[in-house]
Every structure is written in structure tokens, then in C-alpha cells.
């Protein structure tokens, strides 16, 4: 069966969001699990409308879904490269979370646990933070954009650098494919829903913001970054195309079934500054 990516044009992100979830029953998917983790994307403390960072209202219709479906073991999480608690503050989020009855932890604060990796290609063990660990399930809320280094685009794989103790995320950009195939191996997510009402052009963070008004959601986290990617004519982006060869998910759009509008309907065209691994933290040249 191919996997389905919903593709929609948004202009109310919490409405979007909530209307995303029920098209994919996301709460037959967690209703199961134990305590999930809604996983935020606060690369830097930019504001919402720069395209850096999840746009509080997708977490607000988040949590309004999963509390509407009996989903309440839940906690909002995030490990940025700024002070998060700063962002969650400045941004809204701890409001959202605490309207919701929510709890929100900075994962730059939190404790880790090392965690040993099955048949490791590069990395045979992470430290993992520990509120990741208590989770056994994933909401993923990242943002669209691309990423000057290794990665070219960064959606819902990439995120998943933040579950990991912040001094070892820096060493993900050398030999980034092969060590976030390893890492995936560990930690995944179960439900994707990607903010992509503000994209971000030239770079995550030394770059310029762009209209994009859509969202994405899937549960299959290599099609819907493939789908993500190639909204910002993204096209064989190496860590989706590896991850597919590793059994991942699909990469193929061929073989992806995208919902609600065509691809072709929302592309914009972005731009990457091009830097190596080995100067990752530098600014980027134009």
C-alpha cells in the first residue's frame, strides 16, 4: 500500500492542523500508546513569521485534537540550539501547554540516558533525553526548510536531532546521512505534521523567510519529506533517499499518495548557501 501524505493549503494553522489529524484518525494511532511526545522545531529564538520555528497555533490544534480524542498523558518537549524556555515564553508555547493542562520541558535542561544502536553504521550509541525515552510515541511538529549543510532540506527526520543531548547534536553534521540512519534506529516519529504556512529559503537559520502557506501530515517520515522536499524543489535529497534504502519509508513520489493539492500547485523554488560539515556553526557565506 503507498503511503499517504496530506498536502494542504492553510491559512489557520491550528484549524489546518486539527482537520490534518482527523483525515489521518492520528488518534487511532496514539490512543494506544502509553505517553506521547509532541516534538516542537525551535532551531533559534526567531519569531514565528521567520519560518525557523513551529507556528504556536499547529501546537495549539495539536494538543486541542488529542484532548478532543481522550488523549491526555501527553508532554509538549523541545531542545533547540538558543534558550528554549526562552522561546516558550517569548512565543506563547508554555501558554498553549498550560491552557491545555500540558506539561512543556526544555530538553537542553533535561537528563539523558545512553541508548545502544542495533546494527550501527556509524554511531553505536546515542544519549538520549530521558523525557524522549519516557514516550513511546512521536508527534513530530517540524517546520519546512532548507538547511545549508549536509542535510539540504530539514523536516521531520532532522528533527529528530533534538532528542538527543545537546553537546553531541554539533557532531550529526559529519557524515550526517549515515549517523541520523543510526539514530532513526532509536528514534522515530509516529505522526508528522509539518508547518509549512512560512518556509524557510537559504538556509535554516542565515536565511530568508517564504510564503508558503501549506501543511503537511503523514505517517511515514521519509514520504513526507520527500513530499515536503520537493515543495521547495528539493529533488534526491541524500538522508531521504538513503532512508528509504534502509526500509524506512518511501521516497519515491511515484509511489507516494499526496492528498488535498498537487505538489506542482504549492512549489516554490529555494535556495541553499552551500557550506561544509567541517564549518558547521559558522555563518555562511552569500
Known sequence: MRPVVWLLKASDGRATTIRLMAEMDAAAILRPKSRILVKLNITANLPPESGVITYPPVLDGALAYLADHGIRNVVVAEGG????SVAFDKFGYREIANRHGVPIVDLNRDEAEWVEVPNPVVVPRFSILKTVRSCDAILNLPCLKVHNGEAVTTICMKNMMGCIERPLRGQMHKDFANRL??????????????????????????????????????TDMVAVDAVGSATMDMLNVPHIELAAKHGYGVADLGQIDVRGEAIASVRRHFRRRGWRADTWGAEPKA
Not at 81 to 84: E, I, P, R, S, T
Open 81 to 84: 540550539g538558543d534558550d528554549v
Open 181 to 218: 540512519m543510526d539514530l532513526l534506529k532509536v528514534v522515530r516519529p509516529t505522526v508528522n505534521v509539518v508547518d509549512g504556512l512560512v518556509g524557510r529559503t537559504w538556509g535554516e537559520i542565515h536565511g530568508e523567510p517564504v510564503g508558503m502557506g501549506v501543511i503537511l501530515a503523514g
